[in-house]
């Protein structure tokens, strides 16, 4: 069992940024590869970006992003804090979302919410125009 607490949502102007940061507790962070995904009013859940468990030695590790957010969000994981973190530069009144952080041990896709087992209770992210 993995609980997952997400924090730093807030209220920001269109062009602004912040930094969303998801804590894990429970069984060994670094055995999960972590997600997040959004969830706008009236809209099913959606794929934000997902970092892998595993760091190459080259390559570091991998990420995965959707079209929407490539060249403005980053996903990145520290696992001696056992947090993953999402920075959203460049933000868009259509990021605005309820944000969730969600983990999985298993192998395979990590773009779809049922590819995920654990789920945070989510926080908001309002962007003004």
């Known amino acids: 069992q993995v609980q997952l607490a997400e924090s730093g949502g807030g209220l920001v102007q269109a062009g602004g940024s912040l930094r969303l940061s998801c804590a894990a507790s429970g069984r060994t962070f670094s055995n999960y590869v972590m997600g997040w995904f959004h969830q706008g009013p009236g809209k099913e859940r959606e794929f934000v970006a997902a970092i892998t468990r595993t760091s190459y030695s080259r390559t570091g590790y991998r990420t995965y992003y959707a079209d929407s957010v490539k060249g403005r969000f980053t996903i990145s994981r520290d696992n001696a804090k056992n947090t993953v973190y999402l920075q959203m530069n460049s933000l868009k009144p259509e990021d605005t979302a309820v944000y969730y952080c969600?983990?999985?041990?298993?192998?395979?896709?990590?773009?779809?919410?049922?590819?995920?087992?654990?789920w945070g209770q989510g926080t908001q992210v309002t962007v003004s125009s």
């Open positions: 969600a983990a999985t041990s298993r192998t395979g896709g990590y773009t779809t919410p049922d590819d995920y087992d654990y």
